[in-house]
Each structure stands twice: as structure tokens, then as C-alpha cells.
């Protein structure tokens, strides 16, 4: 039944009545709903925000990228067993040169000793009384800084004659150039420092890389040699992980050729590296291929997942807070039943009694909903001013949390507003 503007609004005025004459109970009834919606909306900010900086550090490694090891993230994500995974043979510099010397789709090809992780080494490094924390230490070739595009600060990469020749050059991360050069204002380049006993000269230095979620989680702390400098100061040297399995630090990454896709380089990539281990036409692979891409089909998941968890939070906050608005309407409508029976008595239909409570409760929630994105949003400015921690305040979690709140307000004050509406108006005219 249609219900005139005129009615619309005094029932609206009525409703906005009702909540400024009672303070208190309209503000302990939004409570649930605040919380809910500031959850929501604060850390839908956050979540956003680290989301947008994990794919920019994702985006910096390359889109053409491919790394080949032994096993990565993806065996994890598709539920491999590590018993399993530890059963594969390792990845030797050998297969970095066979797919060198075969791949016809490869325009460059890196080999990386040392990543994080077990077998990884960390040292200090020491320029005259400085010196650092343990930082990583990187076996690679000339091709690195072509493969993972870290801008550099100054100075240059080492080429491939010093990489031949066993050469002791270094490449500095920024965390390593910030601690030992940076606040004295020396030149690095052309400079000797000491990695762990062995003494190195700096040809250039890295670039700040990003920071997944504005945190430095250690990204630039790093140094890189050659990969033969490495072989012989360091050894690439296996770690035991269990009485029949070991893990040594190493990884392959490769550039395709230019007009030459992802997908054509990757199988070319899998036709050698399965003829190396000698696999049969009905035996998986025993080593991982991994790209941007893959590290992001991976991210969402983890995303999705950690925004479904929030949400499954936050409804339960919004459930608690519609239970209250159910609870104290059914005790607005007992305390207000003589108002009704008068409203009845005067021709108030049931649908207009149903509407005005109605309209009681969802103004409620959704003045509920607005203090929450105020706050929310307030909490996410807060936290980014104070750590640069990124957020982002997309218009959708405005709507969402807006709609949640109205929607709790409606379905909770379902009960009440029925409750209210057949009331007879005799039994409502008498009650005291």
C-alpha cells in the first residue's frame, strides 16, 4: 500500500524525535553498530592499502621474469607434502648453462646462490669502524639487476668479465649504503669493505625497493657478488633439513626474448629441465615455474581469504548490535503502547505503525553506520600518519557499511515493528 510523502516525513521527523529525546539508550542501542562498521571500514582501509603496496613490490620484479627452483610458493599453495617436495633433486649452476646454451626463447638467463632461507648466507658488513647487521648475501651473475629491475642509486652492476675472473666487486642493497656511507656523505663507489673476512670493492649501490605495506621488512638488506666469488669465499654449501634430505639456496631466473611469450619461453624452460632430470611423459615435474603472475594469483587468494575473515568478524559485531536495537525497540514499543493506541484510534493504518518503526530503527543503524565509517576511516588516517602504513578508502566500503547498517536495522527491527503494529487499539487505549 502506498504511503504519502507527507506521512513519509513525519514519520521520518517522529523517528529522528524518539532518538534525540532519548540520548543514552539510542547511543547504547548503535553502539554494536559502530563497532561493526568501524571494523569494516578501518580495516577494509588497511587491508587495501597493504594490498596495493604487496602488488607493486610483486610488479617491481618484472612481468617477463621466470624463476625456476627447485620448489616455491605455488607446490605449497597447491597442497604439496614438504616430504614430498624435499625428495627433488636440486638445481645446480650446470642447469642454468644448459638452458643457456638450449633455450631458444631465453634472452637472458641469472643464476642466484644464497636467497633467504635455509643455506642462506647472512654477514656484516664492516667500512672502517661501521658496520652493519648480517645482511643476505647474493651469488648472481651480470644479469640481476636486468632480471629483478632494482633502479640503481650509483655506480654500476658488475659485467661479466669480473663474474668470469672470481672478481671480489659488491654491489650494495640501500640498507648497507644508508648504515656505513649515507650519513658521512662518502662516495661508495670505488670504496673497500669487508663482507665477513673477505674484503670487496663497491661498484654501485641499490636502490630503495618498495615496501609491502609501507613496513621495511627487510627488502633492502642485501648485498650482491658474484656468483664465482661467492662459490669461492663462501661455498654453496647444503643444510640438512632432514636424515635424507637437503636444500641448497639456489634459483634460476630467465628473461624471455623479445615477441616471445610467457608461455612458449616456460615450456621451452620445462623441456630442458625435464630432460636434465630424465622424467617420463607420465611423470609431474620436479622443480617449480614461477611468475609475476603466479605470485599474484597466489596474493589474491590469501586476500580474498583474509577479507572474507574480516567480514565474517565484523557481521558478528553487527549481529550483536542488532540484537540490541531488536531489544530495546520491544522496549520502545511497550513503553510507547498508549501512543499507538491513540495513533490507531485516530485511523493510523498497521502498515504506517510498521513503517514509522521501521524507520526508528534503520535511522538508528544507519546513524550507527556513519559514526562507523567516520571513526573507521579516522583510525586508518591515524595509523598511516603515524607508522606510513598505505590505506585505501575505496567508495564501496562507504556503501557497504551504510547498507550493512540500514540492513541490520530493518531485519532486527522486524519483530518490534510487527509487534507494534498489531497492537489492538482498545488493549493499547487501556494500557497503563
Do not use: C
Not at 610458493?73 to 638450449?102: C, H, M, Y
Not at 621451452?268 to 632430470?277: N, P, T, V
Amino acid at each position: 500500500m502506498a504511503i504519502r510523502f507527507g506521512l513519509v516525513r513525519e514519520v521520518i521527523v517522529m523517528a529522528f524525535e524518539t532518538v534525540r529525546t532519548n540520548k543514552m539508550r539510542s547511543g547504547l542501542t548503535v553502539l554494536g553498530v559502530v563497532i561493526g562498521i568501524t571494523s569494516i571500514v578501518g580495516m577494509t582501509a588497511l587491508i587495501r592499502g597493504f594490498d596495493e603496496s604487496v602488488r607493486d613490490l610483486f610488479r617491481a620484479i618484472g612481468p617477463n621474469t621466470i624463476f625456476v627452483q627447485r620448489f616455491g610458493i605455488s607446490s605449497f599453495a597447491n597442497g604439496a607434502e614438504i616430504r614430498d617436495l624435499l625428495k627433488r633433486p636440486t638445481l645446480t649452476v650446470s642447469d642454468a648453462r644448459a638452458i643457456e646454451d638450449q633455450a631458444q626463447t631465453i634472452q637472458l638467463v641469472d643464476v642466484q646462490l644464497g636467497g633467504g632461507g635455509p643455506g642462506s648466507v647472512q654477514q656484516r658488513v664492516y667500512y672502517g669502524n661501521q658496520k652493519t647487521k648480517p645482511l643476505i648475501v647474493f651469488g648472481t651473475t651480470e644479469n640481476f639487476a636486468e632480471g629483478t629491475r632494482i633502479p640503481v642509486l650509483v655506480g654500476r652492476f658488475f659485467n661479466g668479465t669480473e663474474v668470469q675472473f672470481r672478481k671480489s666487486v659488491a654491489m650494495l642493497g640501500n640498507t648497507a649504503y644508508q648504515l656505513l656511507f649515507a650519513p658521512s656523505g662518502i662516495d661508495p663507489v670505488g670504496k673497500t669493505v669487508r663482507i665477513g673476512n673477505e674484503r670487496f670493492e663497491v661498484v654501485g649501490v641499490f636502490d630503495k625497493r618498495p615496501a609491502a605495506g609501507g613496513f621495511n621488512l627487510g627488502q633492502d638488506d642485501f648485498v650482491v657478488i658474484p656468483y664465482t666469488a661467492y662459490e669461492r669465499v663462501f661455498g654453496l654449501k647444503a643444510v640438512r633439513i632432514s636424515r635424507t634430505a637437503v636444500f641448497v639456496p639456489i634459483q634460476i631466473a630467465v628473461i624471455p626474448r623479445d615477441g616471445v611469450t610467457q608461455e612458449q619461453a616456460m615450456a621451452d624452460l620445462e623441456r630442458i629441465m625435464r630432460g636434465r632430470h630424465g622424467l617420463k611423459l607420465d611423470q609431474p615435474d620436479d622443480f617449480d615455474l614461477l611468475t609475476q603472475d603466479a605470485f599474484l594469483k597466489i596474493w589474491d587468494r590469501i586476500s580474498q581469504a583474509t577479507f572474507f575473515a574480516l567480514i565474517v568478524i565484523s557481521s558478528i559485531a553487527l549481529m550483536v548490535g542488532g540484537i540490541g536495537v531488536m531489544a530495546i525497540m520491544s522496549i520502545s514499543v511497550t513503553e510507547r503502547t498508549r501512543e499507538i493506541g491513540i495513533r490507531k484510534a485516530l485511523g493510523a493504518r498497521r502498515v504506517e505503525i510498521l513503517f514509522q518503526f521501521l524507520m526508528e530503527a534503520a535511522f538508528l543503524t544507519s546513524l550507527g553506520g556513519v559514526l562507523g565509517i567516520a571513526l573507521g576511516s579516522a583510525i586508518g588516517w591515524v595509523i598511516h600518519f603515524v607508522s606510513g602504513f598505505p590505506i585505501s578508502l575505496p567508495w564501496w566500503s562507504f556503501a557497504i557499511g551504510l547498507g550493512f547498517s540500514a540492513s541490520v536495522g530493518i531485519f532486527f527491527g522486524m519483530y518490534p515493528a510487527f509487534k507494534a503494529s498489531r497492537l489492538d487499539p482498545i488493549d493499547a487505549l487501556r494500557y497503563e
